[in-house]
């Protein structure tokens, strides 16, 4: 393939002082693990063996202690524990949802916070995770584009978010316990604060990690990046990452997705449907999902279903309609429920799966479009009790 200039965004992001101390070994390539562990005094002929130990240890086995390590020899995890360390984000707080829903506000350097979600449901359970500190998207509908973007998430932040999901279900098998392949959570989708696709090349190396049969061994079908439509970076996704694929589609007209999804500006319908039409191919995967937010009287119209079952006409797809899950001084009301299974029921008379997403989480603000750092709200809230005291 040939190389390309990386897509910027339009927002600069603040950049990162280089770590001090011990080097972090979550979210480090086998590659980069290599390296360091030769860097750090390793045998060049015992390194590949002494990576697939580590490495079957932090993410097979979820060990955060080298003195855990036991088929190591002890000078060698005395070598590791002088040189490195393994370090998850911080969860700052877990919320539990009625519906089973778990809502995790995590920090990771700098003091920033992000949200994860995990969504218990019959068939899997699927945590949402962030890729971004804020969004620069600025999607109207959307609570989490409220928040200005402050910066990418390294691979790190990222696969650790998984870790920690998996911490709270009490997923790591048990050392010499029988062997259990049920999986609390067996898939990942990137649907969290952020778009992954500017953020590209932290996200690939997460994933990576999070699919490397060794670890978590999260089947690449079992992984979904959602974007907006950053339309260069498609086809490197399918190339690199070979994950599913979800768009946030949500209008069937650049007029209105314009208003609704600002990014359509630079990449419009045509452009963003001309890619997806290349990804099933370049993937292997089976369908693209499109994301519909369902918004009264604004895309819910017979037309509307009309005009978006033409459009994909062509391309794999299934689509996903989301009854819009309001939030404070939202610009917008949820479809009328009637309106929700009309809509649905032209795109399934087309040909085309149009399952209606049930919110989850609602009562927690974890629901789709909902996402947006506590932080943020916290920080707003102190400035409020320390203006009023001032005043006083």
Not at 137 to 148: A, I, M, P, R
Not at 325 to 352: C, H, L, M, Q, T
Request: charge should be neutral; charged fraction near 25%.
């Amino acid at each position: 393939m040939t190389a390309t200039a990386p897509i910027t965004q339009d927002l600069v992001t603040i950049p990162r002082k280089a770590p001090e101390g011990p080097l972090n070994l979550v979210g480090l390539s086998r590659d980069a693990m290599r390296d360091a562990f030769l860097a750090a005094g390793t045998p060049e002929k015992q390194v590949k063996m002494r990576v697939n130990q580590v490495w079957q240890w932090i993410y097979y086995w979820g060990v955060r202690d080298f003195a855990d390590m036991t088929n190591l020899s002890k000078d060698y995890r005395q070598l590791l524990s002088d040189n490195f360390v393994i370090r998850l984000p911080e969860m700052v707080s877990r919320n539990v949802s009625a519906d089973g829903t778990r809502k995790y506000l995590v920090r990771i350097a700098g003091g920033h916070e992000v949200e994860v979600v995990y969504i218990p449901e019959s068939d899997r359970g699927t945590l949402c995770i962030s890729s971004q500190v804020g969004c620069t998207l600025t999607c109207s509908f959307c609570h989490t584009g409220t928040q200005k973007l402050v910066r990418n998430l390294t691979p790190d932040e990222i696969v650790g978010q998984v870790m920690l999901a998996r911490d709270d279900l009490g997923e790591w098998p048990e050392r010499g316990g029988p062997k259990n392949e049920t999986r609390l959570l067996s898939n990942v989708v990137l649907m969290g604060m952020g778009e992954p696709l500017y953020n590209f090349d932290n996200v690939r190396d997460a994933m990576k990690i999070v699919m490397d049969g060794e670890g978590i061994a999260l089947s690449r079908r079992r992984i979904t990046l959602s974007t907006s439509g950053i339309v260069p970076e498609i086809a490197r996704c399918a190339e690199e990452i070979g994950c599913q694929l979800a768009v946030s589609f949500h209008a069937t007209t650049d007029e209105v997705r314009n208003k609704l999804v600002p990014i359509n500006k630079k990449w419009n319908i045509e452009a963003l449907l001309g890619a997806l039409k290349e990804y099933p191919r370049l993937s292997n995967s089976e369908r693209i999902t499109f994301e519909y937010v369902m918004l009264k009287d604004v895309n819910d119209s017979d037309a509307d279903a009309r005009r978006l079952v033409n459009l994909i006409k062509g391309i794999p797809a299934k689509i996903n309609l989301i009854p819009f899950n309001e939030w404070p001084g939202a610009p917008y009301e949820r479809s009328d429920w009637s309106r929700i299974e009309a809509f649905a029921d032209i795109v399934y008379k087309a040909g085309y799966a149009s399952p209606i997403r049930t919110p989850r989480g609602e009562d927690i603000m974890a629901a789709c479009g909902q996402l947006k750092s506590a932080t943020e709200r916290a920080r707003k809230s102190r400035k409020a009790i320390e203006a009023e005291a001032a005043r006083g």
